[in-house]
């Protein structure tokens, strides 16, 4: 089992829509979690972080984080055309060393006009 | 503007040639990373230092090197050995080595096989 699980999509919403992009994992030491936003040929973009159980919200977007379910999500409200990009999930334990993250391969989402 | 600029956008590398990717940032990050990013996969650790003069392997170090002569700068050489280097190469930074900041990118590069 791989340790964060991502449909890579591609999925596909008319403008408007309320989008909902999920990453499972299956390290219970994972207290961080990122969502990035990439665009092509772009370096991925911090749009959320979020530490242990939780919501976040930011505008449009909103973090979920259900530990207990190894469960993550980025749900984007009003979604817009300028939103069809590849979103990442990252997460990692607390203060491990490098800090390295683990990441998700990302999910294509288009908004179509 | 602060951020992270990577160098050159587009590198091309003929076989058994070694190539240097350029990562500079001027947000007084202490730790940089590089990773590299192929079609249907993760990003992947290559290396990462979390402080001057210091730098760790990360899960594909084969065939790359790199240096950290001062804070600002972090170039990585794809040598003659990676028999794969194609792929987007991306450089991270973050703020502080002990703390919980996220890191932040560059906009890659984008290395081919002539």
């Known amino acids: 089992q791989k340790e964060v699980e991502q449909d890579p999509g591609p999925l596909s919403v008319p403008e408007g829509a309320i989008v909902s992009l999920n990453c499972t994992y299956s390290?219970?030491?994972?207290?961080?979690f990122m969502w990035y936003r990439q665009y092509s040929r772009k370096g991925p973009e911090l749009l959320m972080y979020t530490y242990s159980s939780g919501n976040k919200e930011d505008g449009r977007f909103t973090a979920q984080v259900d530990k207990s379910s190894k469960y993550i999500s980025l749900f984007i409200r009003d979604s817009q055309p300028s939103d069809s990009a590849t979103y990442l999930c990252a997460m990692r334990p607390p203060r491990a060393g490098s800090y390295q993250l683990t990441f998700g391969k990302g999910t294509k989402l288009s908004v179509i006009p | 503007d602060g951020g992270i600029t990577q160098s050159p956008k587009y590198l091309f590398r003929k076989e058994g040639q070694n190539v240097t990717l350029s990562c500079e940032q001027n947000l007084n990050h202490d730790a940089m990373y590089w990773y590299r990013q192929d079609p249907g996969q993760g990003l992947r650790l290559i290396y990462y230092s979390q402080i001057v003069n210091d730098f760790q392997k990360g899960d594909i170090a084969e065939g790359y090197s790199v240096s950290r002569e001062k804070k600002e700068s972090f170039p990585l050489t794809v040598t003659s050995a990676q028999k794969n280097p194609t792929a987007f190469y991306l450089c991270?930074?973050?703020?502080?080595?002990?703390?919980?900041?996220?890191?932040?990118f560059g906009d890659g590069t984008r290395l081919s096989i002539l």
């Open positions: 390290n219970s030491a994972f207290q961080y």
């Open positions: 991270a930074s973050r703020m502080d080595r002990n703390s919980n900041q996220p890191q932040h």
